[in-house]
């Protein structure tokens, strides 16, 4: 498995925005499939950016299409969701996921995931 930390996660008002990043070791990610995912107190963590292995193809939640950008950076072994004009239901504990297996789709939902990581707080205030 592959260790993924996510940084970047803090408080902001309505409005603003935040680029969270998501490192990993132990394995490469670039033959795999990236993807966020949220949850908010009392809710089911739900899917939120998810970007395929070859980088040619991203899908994002209904809810945030327009606002978050996904990205990635093999290089780097890093994956990035900026995420901007922030809104209070944005206000969760976000994760980075890594698909399971090498050049599968993108993770949407948690069956999908191989890796996790430990989670970063937004918190958008009103």
């Known amino acids: 498995q592959a260790q993924l930390v996510e940084s970047g996660g803090g408080l902001v008002q309505a409005g603003g925005s935040l680029r969270l990043s998501c490192a990993a070791s132990?394995?490469?990610?670039?033959?795999?499939?990236m993807g966020w995912f949220r949850q908010a107190p009392g809710k089911e963590r739900e899917f939120v950016a998810g970007i395929s292995w070859n980088t040619l193809n991203t899908y994002y939640a209904d809810s945030v299409k327009g606002r978050f950008t996904i990205s990635r950076d093999n290089y780097k072994n890093t994956v990035y969701l900026q995420m901007s004009s922030l809104k209070p239901e944005d206000t969760a504990v976000y994760y980075c996921?890594?698909?399971?297996?090498?050049?599968?789709?993108?993770?949407?939902?948690?069956?999908?995931?191989?890796?996790w990581g430990q989670g970063t707080q937004v918190t958008v205030s009103s």
């Open positions: 132990g394995r490469t990610i670039s033959n795999y499939a």
């Open positions: 996921a890594m698909a399971g297996r090498i050049w599968t789709a993108v993770p949407s939902v948690s069956g999908d995931v191989g890796s």
